[in-house]
């Protein structure tokens, strides 16, 4: 079975090595056996191939003035379970057009300018295992691990993004794990310039195959796209370097629960090699970065943030708008429907002409106001002078004015016989407050009292019942209150590395960084998220054989505080996991060949 297939490969490749001026097999094999300790989680030992990789590369002359065309196809190459996972041209391969004087063109998948630019200066370890620069530079701890295009491990994609990762795996299925900063991305175009005068130019971009992805939240189409870039400059011991990527939208893609996204980071770098003669020299390095994530129009805070992996951001304090922290809810007991109060204003208001004629109607036109619907000694009070004051007088402020402004039924307050209401209300009122009153007198009035009273009840109306208001759980508080806020997500890191050679086959390796508190700031929330800072060490001791082959013993550790989420390398062990602290003693062989 095999050799049909072995003789096509030599068919195919026989003309195009026939032209090739240069054609090279290149690789290493690094390999690492690792005892790992994550606190508060398990211990294990493992066999890490650290991005253990085979290419194949030409360059052939067009014959057009120098201009060449150069192919590169490399893959990883596992030797444990990783190995079901690889395929052809996943890591660093191209086709492209290049001229000594103008740079390379090329469509690609690559490691982007913005890490690669810098890695294999400012790390002593490679870029290529848990050790490396990437468990704090390029993340913000979360799920934005080193990201490969494609998936290594295809048991875990088959579960979906992020299911399977074990801390003990390589898992690249997407959401959060496609938003990191370190990237070999597929779909590229790249540019190279030659170098001019020192300085080196690099800059690449995604092509459009994610154009018009529908946005998260509705609202039409958004258009992801990575940008990336690199400037250096070299002059003799000392180098320099700026980095710059951009991802526009690609969080909004990668993870939803927002409308739109913008991603952006900035890094200087600089290295400089102090040679001390003997084959002994020094060499120093040290990066800083600044790495923001901008959230446009989230469903709501919390759903955002765990989408992009921080499923604990649930325990940092949401301001309202009053300045209060957002909190649960507590059921609220309803009431009833309720009587409006009312006051003496509003009772005088309903002492009114129409009210006396309906308690008093054999009284007025031209009845006999002798009748028992009477008051005991009306005639005598019909002939009485208005009162000096009528404050108290039982009738509306109009009817108080004893003029004929007319009252509330419309009507004169001067009955038809001329006599005055007011005076007539005030002599009931006389009458059922003397000193030996009528019983009747009494009757009547309290009678004209208290329907009165009825009518400015009646008129003032019940108030609204209220239900029983539920509880709220602070989460649903939460997520109402911040229901399309933008968000942004901020933090700054450095590093400093070094390696001491002693003039023979050992040499020392160290790197420190060190990632600040998260600057989380939406409609609701402000300032630094407390205890998303960590830090992370790694110290080694290199022998190198006379073939160049090395051997290491490496020390490594990740200390997160308290809500942070680093993990450790590409590998990204303990990444997502708050508050955990990685740590790593490896035994490994790492061997180059072209």
């Known amino acids: 079975m095999r050799k049909p297939f072995l003789i096509a490969m030599a068919l195919a490749v026989a003309p195009f090595a026939a032209q090739a001026e240069t054609w090279n097999i290149y690789g290493w094999q690094n390999h690492s056996w690792e005892f790992v300790d994550i606190d ?85 370890f490679y870029d290529a295992g848990a050790d490396s620069h990437t468990s704090i530079m390029g993340s913000v701890g979360a799920h934005t691990i080193f990201y490969n295009t494609g998936d290594f491990d295809f048991q875990a994609s088959a579960s979906g993004p992020g299911t399977g990762f074990s801390g003990a795996e390589f898992n690249y299925a997407g959401g959060g794990y496609d938003t990191g900063f370190n990237r070999r991305q597929e779909n590229i175009i790249q540019y190279w310039s030659p170098n001019w005068n020192g300085f080196v130019f690099r800059f690449a971009w995604t092509a459009g195959f994610r154009d018009e992805t529908a946005a998260p939240t509705g609202g039409g189409d958004i258009d992801p796209v990575i940008r990336s870039s690199s400037l250096a400059y070299t002059n003799g011991p000392l180098w320099l370097a700026v ?15 927002m409308n739109s996204s913008d991603a952006e980071s900035f890094r200087v770098a600089g290295r400089y090699i102090m040679d001390m003669g003997d084959g002994m020299s020094v060499q120093i390095s040290a990066m800083w970065e600044d790495l923001e994530y901008e959230f446009n129009g989230v469903t709501n805070v919390d759903a955002a943030m765990s989408a992009f992996g921080y499923s604990n951001f649930g325990t940092y ?9 957002i909190g649960m809810t507590p059921e609220m007991p309803g ?9 003496q204003d509003d009772i005088d208001a309903e002492k009114t002409y129409d009210l006396i004629l309906r308690l008093f109607p054999d009284c007025f036109d031209g009845a006999d106001a002798s009748s028992d619907q009477c008051p005991g000694s009306f005639d005598a009070v019909l002939g009485y002078t208005t009162p000096t004051t009528v404050e108290d007088l039982p009738l509306t402020e109009e009817d108080e004015s004893l003029t004929s402004t007319p009252g509330n039924g419309g009507t004169s307050i001067a009955d038809e016989d001329g006599t005055d209401l007011a005076t007539a209300v005030a002599a009931l009122k006389a009458l059922a407050e003397a000193d030996t009153p009528d019983a009747n007198d009494v009757y009547q009035y309290n009678t004209l009292v208290n329907a009165a009273r009825m009518a400015a009840e009646e008129t003032a109306g019940m108030t609204d019942a ?55 700031s939406c409609g609701s929330c402000s300032g630094d998220w407390d205890e998303t800072a960590a830090d992370a060490w790694n110290v080694g001791l290199f022998y190198t054989m006379p073939a160049g082959t090395e ?28 508050g955990a602290e990685i740590e790593m003693f490896a035994v490994g062989i790492v061997h180059w060949f072209d």
Not at 97 to 122: C, D, K, R
Not at 317 to 325: C, I, Q
Not at 335 to 341: A, D, I, L, N, R
Request: aromatic share 10%; with cysteine.
């Open 40 to 124: 508060g989680g398990r211990s294990f030992d493992r066999i890490q191939s650290n991005a253990g990789n085979i290419g194949f590369a030409a360059s052939v002359d067009t014959g057009m003035d120098g201009i060449m065309v150069n192919v590169r196809c490399e893959q990883f190459m596992y030797l444990n379970h990783f190995a079901g996972g690889t395929g052809w041209c996943n890591r660093n391969s191209k086709i492209g057009l290049s001229h000594p004087m103008m740079g390379e063109i090329m469509f690609a998948t690559w490691l982007l300018p913005y890490n690669e630019g810098v890695a294999q200066w400012v790390d002593p």
């Open 317 to 325: 304090d949401l301001l309202d708008s009053a300045g209060s922290v």
């Open 243 to 257: 980095t710059w990527q951009d991802h526009e939208d690609w969080t909004a893609a990668s993870v939803g629960q």
């Open 551 to 578: 051997l290491r013993l490496t020390y490594s550790e990740v200390d997160n505080d308290d809500n942070g989420t680093y993990g450790q390398g590409i590998s990204g062990t303990g990444l997502g996991s708050p």
């Open 466 to 520: 209220v239900p029983d208001t539920p509880a709220v759980s602070m989460a649903d508080n939460r997520a109402m209150m911040t229901m399309g806020q933008n968000v942004k997500i901020e933090r700054d890191a450095w590093m400093v590395s070094g390696k001491i050679k002693f003039g023979g086959p050992v040499d020392f390796r160290f790197s420190y960084m060190d990632a600040d508190d998260l600057e989380v």
């Open 335 to 343: 009431t009833p429907s309720m009587q409006v109060p009312v006051d």
